[in-house]
């Protein structure tokens, strides 16, 4: 038993030149049969480009009241920028004695919830964009936020370690604060290219983290709030940058400006 199998287009289906030839589209078979059949029943015969959107998204049609669209992700930029200088604000705030406040234990709740979840998922959002700054940052500064909300969680029993010692603690949570200063100046180095309004953000932050660093360690209350005046004027940066993400041209009639220090496309 003989069969010529016909040439094949993109989708599947026969080319329409081979049906019109008999002797190019000959099925002797039940199997061939059904096979021709799906030919005929799927697209029409059609070319499956014809089903893909210019953005090379295959069209959907399960919402029909909806219009046919090509399906991207997303800018999760804001989400994890609004989240690190809300939870900066507030933190830097305490730490500038504002309004009296000098117990910091109110902010587990913005650390943990806004942070913490909301840098690291941006972070894992930017991996899928194939972002890798944005993508390591993000989650670099959520596990910052999730530490600070575990330093202060009783349940860890971390402060309690050293209660006998509450020297020992300042000094503890000084040394950090100097590891993340030195990260911290690293996405500086990384982010020379980037763009202003970026910068903003990561060279402040470098250094509250340094000048809060030496407040621990040197017992310094003036220090402390230096380094939180200086978190405060960091974190409306990071709001500016949030904005600058939030305004497109299609969403907004004005946009704002972020210094861009990319290397121009000649």
């Known amino acids: 038993m003989t069969e010529t199998v016909p040439n094949l287009t993109q989708g599947g289906a026969t080319n329409s030149q081979d049906r019109s030839n008999p002797e190019l589209y000959q099925v002797t078979s039940p199997e061939s049969a059904k096979v021709a059949h799906a030919h005929d029943e799927y697209h029409g015969g059609a070319n499956m480009s014809r089903f893909i959107t210019p953005g090379g998204s295959a069209v959907d049609n399960s919402q029909p009241a909806f219009p046919v669209f090509h399906r991207k992700f997303a800018n999760p930029s804001p989400l994890g920028l609004l989240s690190f200088a809300s939870s900066s604000l507030l933190l830097n705030l305490y730490q500038a004695n504002a309004r009296g406040v000098t117990t910091p234990n109110v902010i587990l709740g913005m650390a ?50 050293y209660a ?11 040394l950090m604060m100097m590891a993340w200063g030195t990260l911290t100046f690293l996405f500086v ?68 400006p972020v210094g861009n220090l990319a290397p121009r496309q000649h």
């Open 164 to 174: 006998e010692d509450p020297e020992m603690l300042e000094n503890a949570i000084g």
């Open 112 to 161: 943990i919830g806004v942070g913490g979840m909301g840098q690291t998922l941006a972070g894992i959002l930017e991996w899928g964009c194939g972002n890798t700054f944005a993508a390591t940052t993000f989650v670099s500064y959520g596990g910052f936020w999730w530490t600070m909300a575990w330093i202060y969680m009783p349940q860890f029993g971390i402060t309690a370690a």
């Open 189 to 256: 180095i990384a982010a020379h290219r980037s763009s202003v309004a970026l910068l903003c953000i990561l060279v402040p932050l470098t250094i509250t983290f340094y000048v809060t660093a030496a407040g621990y360690l040197m017992q310094s209350a003036y220090l402390l709030r230096v380094g939180g005046v200086i978190g405060c004027i960091m974190s409306m940066s990071g709001y500016y940058c949030a904005l600058a993400g939030l305004l497109t041209p299609d969403t907004s009639y004005f946009m704002v």
